[in-house]
């Protein structure tokens, strides 16, 4: 049984935009304290105004980046200093493939760029959130992707960093049997165009076809994710669950697809 009251704190990772974004205001919504970190700076101080001032209280903003463990370390402290505790860690932290040509002209510092942060920056905020979250048998969310399990032309940095992320879950999870619980969300196409700071947001534009081509019958939200997440997070809900990769994609993955 714990013997923490409620709230519980989470650890964000990208969680100032998009996907993070619905992620923290959902756990938010729930009750539990959040540290937002992000290295958009202008996204952080949007994403804190905008909530309700009952909410403003329980969240935290850190400008930083995931890939520097320095950063990642400071921020880790401070969330404990702030809240007491880290109940739950959500890596979603990311970054797409810099360019789209073949990869036989990705040149190499943004080939690593994109392993940094996506895979490393999981591994870095795992390392230094372990040590609290033993104390509350905690849980880790990891937000992998679809590409970890098929491809377009011209990802290979994201499709690597992603595929290494369900491998990273499972091996966590190994690693922390009986005292921290790791795992993974695979989503599909999820829709962030209006979860991004106001300078960046973009009014989503979708044809019948877009939707028409998910068995589900349409585009995935962040509050798809969320709650998920959330679902991973509690201990009650999903504690016999650990080392898994939980696609959430609409049915995309599992669709057959001919040549005409």
């Known amino acids: ?83 007491g505790r880290i109940d739950g860690l959500v890596n979603n932290a990311g ?26 920056g999981a591994f870095l905020a795992a390392k230094h959130a372990t040590q609290h979250l033993r104390k509350t048998r905690g849980a880790i969310v990891n937000i992998a992707s679809t590409r970890a399990f098929q491809s377009e032309p011209n990802t290979e940095a994201y499709a690597a960093s992603k595929g290494g992320m369900v491998a990273l879950t499972h091996a966590m999870a190994v690693s922390l049997s009986g005292a921290v619980r790791v795992n993974a969300i695979a989503p599909g196409w999820i829709e962030v165009g209006d979860w991004q700071k106001s300078s960046a947001r973009e009014e989503p534009q979708h044809r019948d076809i877009d939707r028409q081509q998910h068995p589900a019958g349409r585009i995935g939200t962040p509050d798809d994710i969320a709650k998920m997440v959330a679902f991973l997070l509690d201990h009650e809900q999903s504690g016999f669950m650990t080392g898994e990769t939980i696609r959430i994609d609409g049915g995309m993955t599992h669709k057959m697809i001919y040549a005409d």
């Not at 009251?5 to 619905?22: E, H, I, N, R, S």
């Not at 937002?36 to 969240?59: K, M, N, S, V, Y």
Request: proline share 4%.
């Open 95 to 120: 970054i797409a493939d810099p360019h789209s040509g073949s990869f036989e002209h990705l040149d190499w510092e943004s080939w690593q760029r994109v392993i940094n942060v996506n895979l490393g």
């Open 1 to 83: 049984m714990n013997s923490f009251p409620d709230p519980k704190v989470a650890f964000v990772t990208g969680a100032a935009q998009g996907l993070g974004l619905g992620i923290t205001q959902h756990l938010l919504s729930t009750g539990w304290k959040v540290m937002l970190f992000d290295l958009d700076a202008d996204a952080g101080d949007e994403a804190i105004t905008a909530l309700p001032e009952e909410q403003q209280e329980r969240a935290l903003f850190f400008k930083g980046d995931i890939a520097n463990e320095h950063d990642v370390a400071i921020a880790v402290q401070q969330t404990v200093d702030r809240f």
